[in-house]
């Protein structure tokens, strides 16, 4: 209530100002031009100018005093537009009660003039008009009456009716004037008000998914402990939004083998869960957590038992208040990877994503499952590959992100040929450089259009 009653005098303070500038104007005009026409006066009715001039002097100081000293004689603003309307209204009664029909008929556009002029200028409410009128009306009687020989005839045929009807015209005009302005600016406020507090949500958003994304990015590791782990490697990851629904995940496990004690067995994954921004963030947090609980249970031995457990795990943990009907699908492509950096041996498992391998420029592709994890009706175990990789071989897993960004000439999707043959190209070169040349790709092909996917690429050499 409180900000109904703030809004209430926001606009009403505003319609004072614009009716203040106006009536202030007005005022002035009175002062200035109603001294000037007394020019017209002295060359047409040469007779009366002495009276015309008493009369417009008269009516030009009290609008003089009150232009000056209105705050300290307390008129309002609105009176501040009525009294030189009502005034020189009053004055053009005189003027016209004295005159002959020739030049009563001559001095109507005088008279229409005032009317048309408050119309286009004052702001006051319905009954000042009403009040203005009305006064005026009166004194044209009061003043024929006394001064004039012209029938009532005469008077509305030259000019009275015709100035009579601008006169209700302008009643109409000012009132329409005032409620077009008024719900302008009531208009205008409610807008600011509603962009002000839009501003405010917006902000309380923005800064919660902040908070997510510390969330998001404490929970996956940081770029530095990747390259600590496997240091010929990098990683692209460019969230299309604060949060991303993409994320990879790395772990290095030792064996329990007596005979592989020595050896170095590291695991790594890029995903791409269902959506993007806050929908896929919340999706990469579970994903994230269920990964780090794969490698302390003593079934999931190989990639594919991972897929099966975070498959299993990540269902449950979507639905678990959800009854038949209600069966969340969401979930997430995946290519999981581990190396044993004593046999060199390269297993796999992949949930719709594949992994590349480049040696010696030329691409070997290993394809996923053609099964999502999470959202696929008949699960089928999901396929342990395994390939024997050689020292130089470079390993690629990667979300769609890069490959389905429209961009280009002709504002199409890159598709996965170019990118492929990125890769290929420049196996043999450092990380830094692939890595260079992978963005350079993708922000090139891009170029004025919106990012529409969360994009993520590891490139890991061995």
Known sequence: MNQALDNNSTWKSELNKTAFK????????????????????YINIFEYWKEFLTFRIAVSIVCFVVVLFHKQLKISIELMGVIPVLLISIQNAYMWSVMDAAHLQKHTMAYMTLFIGSGMFVFYHLYYSIFIV????????????????????????????????????????????????????????????SKHELQEKNTEIVDSINYAKRIQSALIPPKEVFKKILPESFIIFKPKDIVSGDFY?????????????????????????????????FMSLIGLKIFNQSIKQKEVNSPSEALDYLNNQVFKTVNMHSDDDNVIRDGMDV??????????????????NPVYIVRNKTLHEIK???????????????????????????????????????????????????????????????????????????????????????????????
């Open 134 to 193: 009305g006064a005026s009306i009166i004194a044209n009687i009061f003043f024929f009456y006394f001064n004039s020989n012209l029938s009532p005839d005469q008077i509305l045929v030259n000019g009275g009716l015709l100035t009579l009807s601008v006169a209700i015209f302008s009643i109409l005009l000012i009132r329409m004037r005032f409620r077009l302005t008024k719900k302008e600016l009531v208009a205008r406020f409610a807008l600011e008000e």
């Open 22 to 41: 106006y009536h202030k104007i007005t005022l002035w005009v009175a002062v200035v031009f109603n001294l000037l026409f007394f020019v017209t006066d």
């Open 335 to 352: 290519a999981l990877c581990s190396i044993n950096f004593k046999t060199l041996m390269l297993s796999f498992s992949g949930a719709k």
């Open 249 to 281: 995940w790395i772990s290095e496990l030792s064996t329990t083998k007596e005979n592989d004690a020595n050896e170095k067995l590291v695991v790594f994954s890029a995903a791409d869960c269902t959506g993007h921004g806050v929908p896929g963030a």
């Open 368 to 462: 996923g499952d053609k099964q999502p994890i999470g959202s696929y009706e008949s699960l089928t175990p999901f396929t342990n590959h395994q390939y024997q990789l050689e020292q130089g071989d470079m390993i690629y897993i990667f979300s769609d992100g890069f490959a389905d960004q429209f961009g280009g000439p002709k504002g199409k999707k890159l598709k996965y040929k170019p990118f492929k043959n990125m890769l290929i190209e420049n196996s043999d070169k450092s990380m830094e450089e692939q890595e260079r040349k992978l963005v350079d790709l993708f922000e090139n092909w891009k170029g004025d259009i919106e990012q529409l996917d969360d994009v993520c690429v590891i490139g890991v050499r061995v």
